[in-house]
């Protein structure tokens, strides 16, 4: 009985959220939501600033550099030959066979 | 002479009311444990760069077969889908089948990651992990196993890589015909849906949008899902398998703005791949050049990927060798839970077994 509810929900539901109108409305409440984060991201980034604290975008900026430094000890770590595979690792023989195969 | 069953009330009323104290019992322990430990398998992570995490399993057979697996996970979420917990992990069976197992997946991309793009993927990312993946094993090939989306960026690679030692590709449930995932499509339709606004102010698609957008594809699936875990709380199995998918579902990653942004024109509002005029860093996308050996797992009552959108899929392929298998199941027990275990994990095995020597 659960699962004849689920589907006829599903299905009249499915109808209902694919129409012109709940598209339009959702992307209208997607649109308020992203207006409302731009507006509350200006006035943060005013707030911050009065503050002489870090904004996001100064993050961004250091998360960035990192990131290239980052990228810079990965090429270094290559090039010394770290990145390579390790000696020590067990390895498998590669050599099996399907079941068909094998006998 | 016929017999007629009979139930005895007093018996029957006990043993609801078993039930309902086991329920009640295990219903407050659901509230104060975690969640079951997922991913465990153990795995040295190769790459850790931006978003991208390659993992190499630890063999589990003395004996392995010679080309390696390469398993690519869907940008939206979390890789342990593929490796849940010993008995029920893809990873785990393919080990134990004598595999040498690999897996790209992501983490979230962070907020001055916005800009990756589809090139960031297809380009730099996947070609770094197939790089890694021959250095690590010495051989010049790999079986490359895409799900969902990548399975969409495997193809890419795939398409753009035609002589950069594929062996095998597998792909689950990959959309091509993006104009057949209607409630998607419906959504992101062009008149409405103002993406450059959506990018241009989050940065980064945020993991609570995108699963919302999931959750709406069955509306009432959440509510008749916490029915029935109200009605099996008395059953340790079903409310540890609950809490696994439950955490992988909700455990939706954000996507990077850029890739996004490409995604949604080039894919739903253009449908280049399906008509033939995706570009990649300016470079076409022909999936006829696709020539190494060819398998599709799809899923009969696919909810995310229906079967109109995955269908040309096959046909479009240049592989001579080349087959799609349906099996019964959805988009997510298709690759995990007892029915994958049943059906879709023996069948990759096989199908890749007899192509991997």
Redesign the interface.
Known sequence: M??H??KA??NF??DA??SEEF??G??AA??AT??M??NT?QVMERVLAAANLPS?AD???L??RV?GI??TL?RIEAKLGSG??DPAK?R??????????AS | MQQTATIDPISAAQGEFERMMARNIKGLNYFTSPAPVVGATPREVLIE??PMRLNHYR?M??????VPILLVMATTNRGFIFDMVPGQSLVEFLLRA?F?VFMLEWEAP????RSLTLESYVLDFLPAAVARVR?????PDVSMVGYCFGGVLSLLYAALHPAQGLANLVTFTTPIDFSRM??FS??S?PR???VD??VD??GNVPGD?LYASFD??????R??AN??LYDNLWDDEYVKSFRMFERWNTDTLPLAGEYFRQTTKKLMWDNSLYKGTMTVGGRAIDLGGITAPFLHLAAEHDHIVPREASAPLLGMIGSPDKQEIMLKGGHVSLVAGGNAIKRMWPALA?WL??R??
Not at chain 1, 92 to 101: A, G, I, L, V
Request: net charge negative.
């Open positions: 659960l699962g509810w689920e929900v599903n539901g499915g959220l694919k598209v339009r959702m992307s997607t649109a992203a207006n984060q731009a991201h996001r993050f961004d900026d998360a960035r990131a980052e990228a990965a390579g595979p067990p498998p023989s590669r050599s099996r066979k399907p079941p068909s195969k | 760069r931006g063999p057979t003395d004996e392995v077969y010679r004598g040498d962070r907020s001055h990651e250095e690590e094993t010495g051989e209607d409630l419906a959504w339709d409405f849906f103002d606004r959506l102010t989050f949008m709406m594809l069955r509306p009432a699936a509510t008749a029915m029935r096989n077994a007899e991997s020597i």
